[in-house]
């Protein structure tokens, strides 16, 4: 058990038995090798794994002042390696063939399957010779739209076998976000499944990737072959199954199908081999490009490179939830999210890790689903978002009970700051209060987490994600770029590289250097707020720039709003944040009309509708409010302080001299909506 004293909860004694770093004593000691001497420690770390050549001494090799030139970030330059031979072929020769990868668990609890290493790995080399067979070579970036099954992690790994570079873009994005994705990056391949089921909920993902290649061509970009995995109609059930509204088959999917450029998974796979040697690649070569929302409104591709993400993604996924052979782990994220490629995929598989993957909802069939799951599969460590420990918090203490979740031992959140209230339900009640809580935080540009605890070892504060793990140096700084030593908030900065961080923004390395170097010169500047408390613990604040974190998801104003510009009636938008019981944070919409028109709601469900089209159906705006004019300062800039003061009905504005009419406020909190 673990004790509270002075506002801290000391690691837990039952987890600190077994721990990889048991004491803070341990953990100062080798994060002080890790940053004394980051060659040795990765060097060392890199031994875990097979390369082909071997990493030299000098590890790393950046620039992070963009006074003195370019910035740029290398790791471990002439070693040569590749992931998915890492992650399966060399699991299977140390003996763990027969070992679970993954139980997969379907949105419906009748439905589940798993998968051993050794038959993952012949998935991933007939999957790859498939690939090969179409043309698909090193470099070349291939685009997957998929839900969350096993046939996803055999397609990244697939491409990581053959150097092909992926491009997950989340199943709950739209066609126009999609193709948007798939033009950034020019994929001539995409795949996808059929359909899926959320709850009760059929997403026809097919006909949307059908909607996106079509649009695509009308861009002057031709996909050449879009793959389809039969999911929703797959199997054959009896006829009780077939009457359960969540299950497959699904009976009455009208595909879009284009003979020309439409394959089935499952006839392309019938005849692959199952051998395939893997392509050797550099370690400054390209994984993977994830796309995330940026302040212009124009998703920023990120890139991943080899070696450094293989180690950054073991190394923190075995510290940070202590994962030892015998455990079952359970990252309830999606795929399409970072998380998911970390901590579902490439963490788990690359320590030879038994999990499990989720295709349905935390609330279907009922409330306590995740429990189930857990109790089912004896999960011992698990890790979620905020947003769904407060949503799961709404139903009370019943739906958790209902399962006795004994085997449970870490805990992890991400995506948001977590209240304190949200932690310590998660640990009493998730958790029987016998767990160790790990807030993690980090961000699709850091490849893994950056600040963390380690359970059984660092004494926790809820809603602080405490110290930096192994080779991170944060700081705070002011305005002025000064370090800040009170417990002032400020912004978190890295003063250099670690392993696993981005290397650019696709096509766009002025734009990585504009976002992430200009601010504080010398400094990765990831975005977000920061409070360092008397102890030294980290807390962050949340974003300090026109970003929105909704439910874990980060959503640009800019996009949202350009999204809402589209509607023909709108002649100006603007969107703030405006907290969110459940959500953290939800999207507050203030739109002016053309002269003479009237505002509706009509109107309203329309403008929700252009944000689902345009972006995805997860960032539909919660409030869309009349705005005859927009508060602006004498220079026209919108004031968006006021309008999240309006968002959250709050009447003290502050300094507004620089408001060019001050008429518009008494209107505003008139038409305010929720
Ligand atoms: C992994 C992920 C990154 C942004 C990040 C921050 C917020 C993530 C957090 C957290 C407070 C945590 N964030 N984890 N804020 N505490 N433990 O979420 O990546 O989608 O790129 O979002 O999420 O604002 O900058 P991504």
């Not at 170097?517 to 977000?528: A, I, K, N």
């Not at 023909?568 to 009309?593: M, N, Q, W």
Request: net charge negative.
């Amino acid at each position: 058990m673990d004790s509270y004293t002075d506002g801290y909860f000391s690691p837990n004694e039952d987890v600190t038995r077994v721990a990889h770093c048991k004491t803070m004593e341990e953990y100062k000691e080798i994060y002080g090798e890790s940053i004394n001497d980051p060659d040795k420690f990765w060097g060392n770390y890199a031994k875990n794994f097979y390369f082909k050549t071997f990493p030299d001494k000098n590890l790393f090799d950046y620039n992070f002042d963009i006074r003195k030139g370019d910035v740029y970030i290398k790791f471990a330059e002439d070693a040569i390696t590749n992931i998915s031979y890492n992650c399966l072929d060399l699991k299977v020769e140390n003996g763990l063939g027969d070992v679970v990868a993954f139980y997969w668990e379907g949105n419906d609890p009748l439905d589940c399957t798993s998968i051993t290493y050794k038959q993952l790995l012949d998935e991933v080399c007939k999957f790859s010779n498939v690939l090969k067979s179409l043309g698909v070579k090193k470099e070349d970036k291939v685009a997957i739209y998929m839900p969350m099954i096993l046939e996803l992690v055999v397609a990244m790994l697939a491409c990581a076998r053959i150097g092909a570079v992926h491009s997950i873009v989340f199943g709950g994005f739209s066609a126009e976000s999609l193709c948007n994705r798939i033009l950034d990056a020019s994929c001539d391949v995409i795949i996808t499944a059929d359909g899926m089921y959320r709850g009760t909920k059929l997403v026809k993902l097919k006909n949307i990737a059908s909607e996106a290649v079509k649009l695509c061509s009308e861009a002057n970009h031709k996909v050449t072959t879009c793959i389809t995995v039969k999911h929703v109609t797959a199997k054959s059930f009896s006829d009780e199954e077939t009457k359960r509204p969540s299950m497959r088959p699904c009976l009455d999917l009208q595909l879009s199908w284009n003979k020309d450029v439409d394959r089935w998974w499952h006839d392309l796979m019938a005849n692959a081999s199952t051998t395939c040697e893997p392509e050797w690649m550099k370690s400054e070569d390209t994984l993977f490009i994830l796309y995330t929302s940026g302040s212009t409104g124009k998703p920023k591709g990120i890139l991943h490179h080899i070696t450094g993400y293989m180690l950054w993604a073991s190394a923190t996924h075995k510290y940070t939830f202590d994962y030892h052979p015998g455990d079952v782990y359970f990252c309830t994220a999606d795929i399409g999210w970072i998380t998911g490629h970390t901590y579902v995929t490439y963490g788990p598989l690359l320590n030879g890790a038994t999990s499990v993957i989720f295709e349905g909802v935390p609330y279907f069939p009922d409330q306590s689903r995740l429990w189930a799951i857990v109790d089912k599969y004896q999960v011992s460590k698990f890790y979620t978002a905020p947003t769904a420990i407060r949503s799961l918090m709404k139903h009370g203490e019943e739906p958790v009970k209902k399962y006795k979740r004994t085997s449970l031992q870490v805990l992890g959140t991400v995506g948001e700051p977590i209240n304190p209230e949200a932690w310590l339900w998660y640990r009493n009640v998730i958790g029987n209060g016998k767990c160790s809580i790990v807030d993690t935080f980090w961000q699709t540009e850091t490849g893994g987490h950056v600040l963390t605890p380690l359970p059984g070892c660092t004494p926790t504060k809820p809603g602080s994600a405490t110290f930096p793990f192994f080779g991170i140096v944060p700081s705070v700084l002011s305005d002025e770029g000064k370090e800040i030593t009170s417990s002032d908030e400020g912004y978190l900065v890295f003063n250099k590289p670690w392993p696993g961080m981005m290397r650019t923004i696709h096509g766009d390395h002025k734009r990585f250097e504009g976002t992430y170097f200009t601010r504080f010169p010398g400094y990765y500047v990831p975005g977000d707020g920061c409070i360092r408390d008397k102890d030294g613990l980290f807390w962050i604040t949340g974003r300090i720039d026109d970003m929105i974190n909704v439910s874990g998801h980060l959503l640009s104003t800019a996009e949202v709003e350009s999204s809402l510009i589209t509607h023909h009636l709108v002649s100006e938008a603007a969107v703030v944040g405006r907290p969110d019981p459940i959500k953290g944070e939800c999207l507050y919409c203030f739109v002016t009309l053309l002269d003479g028109v009237e505002f509706t709601p009509g109107i309203v469900i329309e403008l929700k509708g252009k944000v689902r089209e345009h972006i995805g159906g997860f960032s539909i705006p919660d409030y869309i409010q009349s705005a005859p004019a927009l508060p602006k300062t004498r220079s026209g800039k919108i004031m968006r302080r006021v309008l999240r003061n309006v968002a959250r009905d709050n009447h003290d504005l502050g300094d507004i001299s620089t408001m060019a009419d001050e008429s518009v406020i008494g209107v505003l909190f008139a038409n305010r909506v929720g």
